[in-house]
Nanobody, 122 residues
């Protein structure tokens, strides 16, 4: 069992940055891949970025590639999403999720956090 709690969201101007954190409880966190997803009002949830259990491989949605960076610190049971050069279209609730295998869809992600709101003003 893994419990996830996101933090770090907020209101930022376009061009600004935020660092989202995903704190996990449970001894097995280091064996799970972590995915970051987001859902904007009226839109479906979409994959943003993900990282394997070891941190050796990452995936990014085209819309955030070169602007966002996913990382993790297994000693701290925490994953991160560094979001730079934010745009108004990045406004959404951001969720982290854990899965046995890294995927760029929400299939297989068995554990989810409650989400953190990111709002980017123009």
């Amino acid at each position: 069992q893994v419990q996830l709690v996101e933090s770090g969201g907020g209101l930022v101007q376009a061009g600004g940055s935020l660092r989202l954190s995903c704190a996990a409880s449970g001894r097995t966190f280091s064996t799970y891949a972590v995915g970051w997803f987001r859902q904007a009002p009226g839109k479906e949830r979409e994959f943003v970025a993900g990282i394997t259990w070891s941190g050796g491989r990452t995936l990014y949605a085209d819309s955030v590639k070169s602007r966002f960076t996913v990382s993790r610190d297994n000693a701290k049971n925490t994953a991160y999403l560094q979001a730079n050069s934010l745009k108004p279209e990045d406004t959404a609730i951001y969720y982290c999720a854990a899965a046995l295998f890294l995927r760029n869809t929400d299939t297989g992600y068995d554990y989810w956090g409650q989400g953190t709101q990111v709002t980017v003003s123009s």
